[in-house]
């Protein structure tokens, strides 16, 4: 199953921002953050805002959707617009895709799934530098399957890779290793447990079945606890 995609729109025509809007709610695996009519407070919010990519019109009052892509920096963003002339200056930045208003059902659908493509590579190649029980490592965030409380002491977390490799990660608590991988979507399971939702297959009872398995064949088997349980079908229902 693929990731849902979480997207903010950017339009200051408040009827093309609705009809993007509807068209992007239309296409499974794709969830509305926020729309916006002005890149000025979009700008404000976009720290607090948690999401994949942005589609934006490009000539918009204050600022135009190519300055707001340069301040997004590495964030994938689409360009909607009724003008030409920008497509050059578009890709110059590096968009995803940039679309003719009106836009079509099936010319967003194409570059939604570029976009997805954009990000799982970006994904893919994105590391993380921490400390652990061998040393300072860099560790390619896709490979990291769950996070647990170490048995021997509670500061430090028990790491496991995609590839059934065990690290202790020192000194650092839940909330510091979701805010350091942000790369990483992870769902909590138990007070003591989270995983990353690349590698949940499904769940059965008291037990959440991930993707890995162990040396003889069997997928791995974590504990999802009661406290934790509707937050996590929550969670797991968006995917």
């Known amino acids: 199953m693929d990731k849902t995609l979480r997207v903010v729109l950017l339009d200051d025509e408040l009827l093309a921002l609705g009809y993007l809007r509807t068209l992007c709610e239309s296409i499974p695996g794709i969830e509305v953050v926020k729309a916006f009519a002005d890149p000025l407070l979009f700008l404000e919010a976009v720290k607090d805002l948690n999401f994949d990519f942005c589609i934006s019109d490009i000539v918009m009052p204050s600022l135009t959707g190519l300055e707001v892509a340069e301040k997004l920096k590495a964030t994938p963003i689409i360009f909607t617009t009724a003008h030409n002339e920008y497509a050059a200056d578009a890709f110059d930045i590096e968009a995803i895709d940039y679309l003719r208003k009106p836009v079509q059902r099936e010319r967003l659908v194409r570059a939604v799934e570029k976009a997805r ?3 799982e590579q970006q994904k893919k190649q994105a590391a993380w530098t ?3 029980n061998k040393g300072k490592l860099s560790i390619q965030q896709a490979q990291i399957v769950s996070f647990s409380t170490d048995t021997y ?6 790491l496991l890779l995609e590839n059934g490799d065990q690290l202790v990660v020192k000194n650092k608590s839940f909330d510091q290793l979701l805010q350091e991988l942000e790369a990483v979507s992870f769902i909590r399971i138990s007070k ?12 059965q009872g008291d037990f959440v079945i991930s993707k ?8 791995l088997e974590f504990n999802l606890s009661e406290n934790y349980r509707k937050s996590f079908l929550e969670a797991f229902q968006k995917q």
């Open 153 to 158: 002491d509670r500061r430090d977390k028990l």
């Open 212 to 219: 890995v398995r162990n040396e003889e064949g069997k997928y």
């Open 192 to 203: 003591s447990e989270v995983i990353s939702t690349d590698f949940i297959q499904g769940y």
């Open 130 to 132: 921490v400390n652990t």
């Open 117 to 119: 493509l954009q990000i």
